[in-house]
Structure formats: structure tokens, C-alpha cells
């Protein structure tokens, strides 16, 4: 058995895009197990950059790519996607979607702008997607999922079911306009036209390529800390980007994973509101965010920046199973004198060591920094012994402070740009090879 489930320890945009991406060349196949089109990857294949909202990185090398059922689907952004992929040159008849994927209508995105408008101060800054209101028509049951979209009797009989309410909550509660029954049917009768070879029992294609001995790679989208449950509440998104996640998300069984490899960038940022203790309000997050592009892949939006923070990448640690670390953006970093990683909070007076779960408390946590020396740039390294020793040294301590090996290294936006250190499809726990036993 030979799965990896890939996480995000922060708060999102750690570089799983790049990550996946490059680990894809070795995999079977790769699901996408919650989120929707509010995440955004960047992947960069030779002098082209692609921006993925849906559709796993695991396209550009041809692998099956599978949409799973924990996903909400905007089928006009699955369409659109399609198209640019193909319109490139990359193949897109490897992609199979859930039929209990729920979908996005027209409703659950003006629902998701109003709803933010309405909350005024308390706004949680989301993408606008319509992400919270689809996952929300899903625990209340009146969701629509990708197969009942694709059945011409049951689709038109709930949706007409639903505009009646979500009409009058537009009109009554918000005093916006509402939605035309019949042109919603019409354009999602045609994407349902143009999806519907896509439709599979996904959680079934991906049990039998993991009992054929295939390698799956799980894609978590956002981070950790965005996790309905265990994040920043309420400023999160709506599902479950923990490795626990894909289970529930792609239909497999705890016991069939093997590995969760947990991305950590160099530094941290976070898109949208919420408290942020290791944030840079002033120039030194300026220089990291011009330096690092840190603006929303889809939304644009600029990031807020700041250092690394262990207590939250360790939090994310315990709550996937997190067996090895990908350390992303390291070259970002270089050329600052010195840099910090918080190893601890203050917290009236005393210190904290472990996430605080209660909101208020994160948001009055103070960074307690470590200052480690800075490097001149990373260069191309082959190896680990090629980099700057300062750049070795932050590695050791990210190891030491996390309890886990680093075995991946992510030196840059193109593939060639980086470092694994062993086999994270191989059988075992854990990667051995530790820089700090170099
Ligand atoms: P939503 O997922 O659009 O409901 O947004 C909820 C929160 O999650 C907001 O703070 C968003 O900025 C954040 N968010 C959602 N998707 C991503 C992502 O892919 N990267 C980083 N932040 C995200």
C-alpha cells in the first residue's frame, strides 16, 4: 500500500500546489478531497504557469485525477478549467468527479457576498466563491450533488424546491434580487451535458488503484488552521483540510494510509481575517510578500505575512499524524540578515506552548521568537550539503521544534528546484535522512 496524504500546516498557500505537482510524476493517481474553487494552486511547468482552482496538479503528468466527494463543485469554474487545460495542450480525459461532490449554484455565491456584507465588522474575509453556503445546503440536506445535477428529472424538482427559498431569502432578508428558475436550468443543464463522462463512484476507483499496490496521493487544499473544526473559528473555511479529511472526503478507510507529508512554508501568511500572532504588520512583511508574490493566486488578494510559527505547525502536526515535513520557500528568505521562528506564546504572563483552542487567547498570544543567522540565496543546490550552512541550520531547528524529518525541500517555483531528501511513496513511517545527520 503506497498513499501519502499531503497537508497544509498553516493557514493555506504553503506551496502544495508545487508539491504535489512535483511528487504527481511518481503517483498513480491524485484526489482532491475537500474545498472548492476558493483554493488556488500555481504550478509551473517549464516557462508556462498554470493557476488550478479545481482540478489536481496530477493533470500535467497525466495520472488519474479524481474530484472526491467532500468537494463543493462550481461546474461553470470545472468547465472553464477544462477548457484552458486543454486549450494548453494538457490532457483532461483522466478526470473523474464524485456524484456526491456537492455543487455550487448561482444562490450559494451571491448568498456567500451578501452574507459577508451583512456581518460588517465581523466579516471573516472569505473568497467570495460560495463555498460556506454550498457546504452549509449539504449539512442541512437540501445540498445538490454532482449526481442528481446530472439527472434531467431529480435536478429541476430540487432546484426548483430550493430557488423558492433561497429566492425569498434574497429578496425578503437581503433586498437583493433573486434567480430566474429557468435560465439557472438551462446553463446547468448544459454543464451537466458536458460533465457527465466525468461523473464516477470515485471512492471506489480509489480503493481498487490502492489495492492494486498504485501510488495515491491525497491534495489537501487551504491549511490547518483553516479546518472547520480544529482552525481558527469562524475564521476558517467550511470543510476539513486535516488528513482526517480525506478519509470522509474520498471514501477510504483510515487504515489505508500510509504516510501524511505536512507543507510548511518558510514563513507563515494568511489570506483573509482572523488573529495571526507572528504577523509583520510593518515593512519587514512588506519585503517578505513583494519578495515571496504573496497575492491570492485566484482572488489576488495580498496576503498578510510574518515569520514561522512551530506552535501552530506543530498543532497541525497532532491533528494529521504528520509522519514528514516539505519545507517550502526557503530561497525567499534569503538575504535577511537574521530570521526568527516562534518556538512559544506569552500569554498573561505565562508561556504557552500548545495551540490555545479558546479564540480570544490565540488572538492575545504574543510570539515568543528565536532570532537563528540568515543566508545570502540557496542557489541550485543537488543536495542538502550544497546549501548555505545558516539555511541548514533553519532546517535542523524546524525538525528539532516539530519533532519531524524535513524530506522535501522547495527551493523555487520550478519543478528542478527541489530537494527529496528520501521516498515518501516507500513503505515505513518516516524519512531517515534528517539534514542534521548529514
Ligand atoms: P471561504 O473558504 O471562501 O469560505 O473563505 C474562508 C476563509 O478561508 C477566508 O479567510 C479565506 O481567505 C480562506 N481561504 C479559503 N481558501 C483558501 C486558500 O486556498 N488559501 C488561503 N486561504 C484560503
Same mark, same amino acid.
Given at each position: ?92 480525459? !483522466? ?9 455550487? +449554484? &448561482? ?13 460588517? @465588522? ?10 460556506? &453556503?454550498?457546504?452549509? #445546503? ?10 442528481? +445535477?446530472?439527472? @434531467? ?29 429557468? /435560465? ?16 464516477? #463512484? ?26 472547520? $473544526? ?70 489576488? !488578494? ?33 538575504? +535577511? ?10 500569554? $498573561? ?8 483552542? $479558546? ?10 521568537? /528565536? ?10 543546490? +543537488?543536495?542538502?550539503? #550544497? ?12 525538525? /528539532? ?21 528520501? #521516498? ?10 534528517? @539534514?542534521?545527520?548529514?
Amino acid at each position: 500500500m503506497s498513499t501519502l496524504v499531503l497537508v497544509g500546516t498553516q493557514w493555506g498557500d504553503e506551496g502544495k500546489g508545487k508539491t504535489t505537482d512535483y511528487l504527481a510524476a511518481r503517483a498513480d493517481m491524485v484526489v482532491r478531497y475537500q474545498g472548492g474553487n476558493n483554493a488556488g494552486h500555481t504550478v509551473v511547468v517549464g516557462d508556462r504557469e498554470f493557476r488550478m482552482r479545481l482540478v489536481p496538479s496530477g493533470v500535467f503528468h497525466g495520472k488519474d485525477c479524481v474530484i472526491g466527494n467532500g468537494v463543493v463543485l462550481d461546474p461553470s469554474v470545472l468547465v472553464q478549467e477544462l477548457d484552458y487545460l486543454a486549450g494548453h495542450g494538457v490532457a483532461v480525459d !483522466r478526470i473523474w468527479v464524485s456524484g456526491g461532490a456537492h455543487v455550487i +449554484l &448561482p444562490y450559494h455565491i451571491r448568498l456567500d457576498q451578501l452574507e459577508e456584507e451583512r456581518r460588517g @465588522p465581523y466579516r471573516l474575509g472569505t473568497t467570495g466563491r460560495g463555498i460556506g &453556503p454550498a457546504y452549509a #445546503d449539504k449539512a442541512a440536506r437540501i445540498g445538490i450533488r454532482f449526481s442528481e +445535477l446530472l439527472n @434531467p428529472t431529480v435536478f429541476p424538482a430540487k432546484l426548483r424546491i430550493n430557488l423558492e427559498e433561497k429566492n425569498h431569502l434574497l429578496q425578503a432578508v437581503y433586498g437583493a434580487s433573486g434567480f430566474d428558475e429557468q /435560465e439557472v436550468l438551462d446553463q446547468y443543464l448544459a454543464y451537466a451535458d458536458r460533465l457527465r463522462p466525468l461523473a464516477a #463512484d470515485t471512492s471506489l476507483l480509489i480503493n481498487r488503484a490502492i489495492d492494486r499496490g498504485d501510488k495515491v496521493l491525497f491534495e489537501g487544499a487551504q491549511g490547518t488552521l483553516l479546518d472547520l $473544526d480544529h482552525g481558527t473559528y469562524p475564521y476558517v473555511t467550511s470543510s476539513h483540510p486535516v488528513a482526517g479529511g480525506a478519509c470522509i472526503g474520498a471514501g477510504v478507510g483510515p487504515t489505508r494510509i500510509n504516510r501524511v507529508l505536512g507543507v510548511v512554508k518558510a514563513y507563515t501568511s494568511r489570506v483573509g481575517d482572523g488573529p495571526f500572532p507572528t504577523e509583520l504588520p510593518g515593512p519587514e512583511g512588506d519585503w517578505i510578500r513583494e519578495r515571496g508574490q504573496e497575492y491570492g493566486t485566484i482572488t489576488r !488578494r495580498p496576503r498578510r505575512c510574518g515569520w514561522l510559527d512551530t506552535v501552530i505547525v506543530r498543532y497541525a502536526a497532532r491533528l494529521s499524524g504528520v509522519t514528514d515535513l516539505a519545507v517550502t520557500r526557503l530561497d525567499i528568505l534569503a538575504g +535577511l540578515e537574521r530570521v526568527r521562528i516562534s518556538t512559544a506564546y506569552r500569554l $498573561d504572563n505565562s508561556l504557552v506552548t500548545e495551540f490555545p483552542l $479558546d479564540g480570544a487567547d490565540f488572538a492575545a498570544c504574543e510570539p515568543v521568537y /528565536e532570532d537563528l543567522p540568515g543566508w545570502t540565496a540557496t542557489g541550485e543546490p +543537488l543536495g542538502l550539503a #550544497d546549501l548555505p550552512a545558516a539555511a541548514r541550520a533553519y532546517l535542523e531547528r524546524v525538525e /528539532e521544534l516539530c519533532d519531524l524529518p524535513v524530506a522535501v525541500v522547495s527551493l523555487g517555483r520550478e519543478r528542478g528546484q527541489t530537494l527529496e531528501l528520501c #521516498d515518501l511513496f516507500a513503505a515505513g513511517t518516516a524519512c531517515a535522512a534528517k @539534514p542534521s545527520r548529514l
